[in-house]
């Protein structure tokens, strides 16, 4: 790949987003003086901005590869991603979350939950653990877009860190976080046009969707011996059920991510951009057909790349790369596809990588500035420059963490950070969310009970139960002497498995043994519903 | 079918098409419905509109006029 004409094919792409990005705050902020209403977002910007921010390198790169592991069982994940991160997010929840937040006038998740449950408390809690938690899934990212590069430029992993990291310091500093979702829109676009093309590209050079499954198929006997032990029995057959291979992609991947998706504090505020539910229902018909050519052509490209590999190498993916997952696509990339699409590519991986860090990076310097320093201003002189000062602070130490763990967090690991933190924020936020948009008999105590019992719950299973976790935190080890307290396949059933239902059961069984703190002001945030 | 042996893989890989065409579906179906907004809410959302966009410019660190 020609460098050079690389570099300027992303100069070129960078000032357009920035152009973009400045004319869309522009004409929002000057909306502000015509007297128009506000929210007046279309819903194709909406769909492909929520869409766009959903997915990421995490999800093309990382779950790409994991794909490329485990097989087609991981489009499960991909209906999930329709079925109920477009579907029942955006009619069951976004619809609500629109209407509530606007009675409320909440901008973030946190203070959305805060001002419905009059909690200060609330949103103090849920900005901390996104600001502790978020850079987790921002290395995700940042790991994903560096591995792309590794692979397409030839460029040694750190260096490739450094050079992205430089990007998106760049981004944050020269305003790119200011009308994001216009430029989510163009990055979504490439991201949609790129993804087919891959996909069409992958089936017809392989002779044809059967054919190509049946090629699938067929590479059974290949499975390497540690997949076979853990309950792998091909790419186009499920896992044994029960076996750990069975709960690592079920309960991690599929459930943790594809429900998980539910209670993203940086997915949640886009349902507020639009000024009716007609464009919800509109945008419901982007958002589905963009995740099917998203996770859907990630998925099957990941596994039909065993295929590939093995006609062209003879071993099969994993151990073409050498083990490292995380490596899968880029390495397919860089081999399979004529240079002129690994320029496309360069560009769909950097919107993909773009589109979710502003977003995350906007949570994350919300959660700090807003949502915790801010709530502790009420009642004196608000100082402006001192929430700017903490919310920039805050940027900065979650980029550096973010850094820090791309370097430390090692390989293959990009699907599970991202499987953690998506699980997490289910585990914690999710019931109290749920309830607040449909329970007028939720109270404050209920909520705080079901959010506090789903972190603990959470904490509990990743020192104490959760394998992957708990062996490298190594508290069980010590207290017990074994690195999990359950044995045998138990060992890989995801916190979220546990830590969801507890809080759902404490979040309604609180607030039953309760009182609602103040019905009118529920009648309220419920004012138009 | 489709080369996929195990019948709980293909529901997956069918279960893609079968969302998406869901959400066309409910979409298209739903097209020119909850479009009312009232002048209350317009005004609602005016003032929710210029507090984001003050988070906006605290975010790439400009004090909000």
């Given amino acids: 790949m020609n460098l050079f004409l690389l570099t300027v094919v992303i100069i070129i792409y960078l000032a357009v987003v920035s152009y973009l990005g400045y004319q869309g705050y522009r004409n929002t902020k000057s909306s502000l003086d015509y007297n128009v209403a506000g929210r007046n977002i279309h819903p194709y910007i909406m769909a492909m901005s929520y869409g766009a921010t959903f997915i990421s390198t995490s999800a093309i790169v990382g779950f790409g590869g994991t794909a490329a592991q485990f097989g087609l069982s991981l489009l499960w994940l991909t209906a999930c991603n329709i079925w109920i991160g477009i579907f029942i997010a955006f009619v069951f929840f976004g619809k609500r979350t629109r209407r509530m937040g606007l009675n409320l006038d909440a901008h973030t998740f946190p203070e959305f939950l805060g001002k419905r449950l009059r909690s200060v408390f609330v949103q103090r809690f849920m900005g901390i653990i996104i600001f502790l938690t978020m850079p987790l899934y921002i290395a995700a990212v940042l790991i994903g877009a560096s591995r792309i590069m590794e692979g397409l430029l030839r460029i040694d992993y750190n260096l490739a860190v450094v050079l992205f990291t430089i990007l998106v310091a760049a981004y944050v500093i020269f305003g790119g976080l200011k009308g994001v979702m216009y430029t989510d829109a163009l990055q979504g676009s490439l991201m949609f046009i790129g993804m087919v093309v891959l996909l069409i590209a992958v089936y017809f050079s392989l002779g044809g969707i059967t054919p190509s499954h049946s090629a699938l198929t067929s590479l059974a006997s290949q499975i390497p011996e540690g997949l076979r032990k853990i309950g792998m029995t091909g790419w186009t057959q499920s896992p044994v059920p029960g076996s750990p291979l069975f709960w690592i992609l079920y309960s991690s991947l599929v459930l943790g991510v594809g429900v998980g998706v539910l209670a993203q504090p940086q997915l949640i505020v886009r349902y507020m951009t639009v000024k009716s539910n007609q464009e919800l229902n509109r945008a419901v018909i982007i958002g589905g057909a963009f995740i099917m050519a998203m996770t859907g052509t990630a998925f099957i490209v990941g596994a039909l790349s065993n295929v590939y590999f093995v006609n062209t190498y003879g071993k099969i993916a994993l151990a073409t790369v050498g083990g490292n997952v995380d490596t899968v696509i880029p390495k397919f990339i860089a081999d399979f596809m004529p240079s002129w699409f690994g320029y496309l590519f360069m560009l769909v991986i950097l919107s993909a990588a773009m589109s979710t860090l502003s977003s995350q990076f906007h949570a994350l310097g919300t959660s700090i500035g807003r949502d915790v320093y801010g709530t502790t201003l009420k009642g004196q002189d608000k100082s402006k420059a001192w929430e700017i000062l903490v919310t920039k602070l805050g940027i900065v130490i979650g980029l550096i963490i973010t850094v820090y763990l791309a370097y430390h967090l090692g390989e293959s690991v990009i699907a599970r950070a991202t499987s953690i933190f998506f699980g997490l924020m289910a585990s914690c936020f999710l019931a109290p969310y749920a309830a607040s948009l449909y329970w007028k008999r939720l109270t404050r105590k209920g909520a705080i009970s079901g959010m506090m019992a789903g972190f603990i719950v959470s904490l509990f299973a990743f020192l104490f139960l959760h394998i992957s976790e708990s062996k490298v935190f190594g508290v069980a080890k010590l207290i017990f002497g074994r690195d999990s307290l359950l044995s045998g396949s138990a060992v890989f059933i995801d916190p979220l498995v546990f830590a969801l239902p507890v809080s759902v059961a404490t979040t309604v069984l609180v607030s039953l043994l309760t009182e609602v703190e103040d019905p009118e002001y529920v009648e309220k945030c419920f004012k138009g519903i | ?65």
């Avoid at chain 2, 079968?18 to 959400?23: Q, R």
């Fill in chain 2, 1 to 65: 079918m489709l080369g996929i042996p195990d019948p709980w893989v293909l529901t997956a890989y069918l279960l893609v098409p079968a969302g998406a065409l869901l959400c066309i579906a409910y979409g298209a179906s739903k097209w020119n419905k909850e479009g009312t907004v009232t002048e209350e809410e317009l005004q609602e959302e005016r003032t929710w509109l210029k507090e984001e966009i003050e988070i906006d410019e605290e975010l790439t660190g400009e004090e909000p006029k």
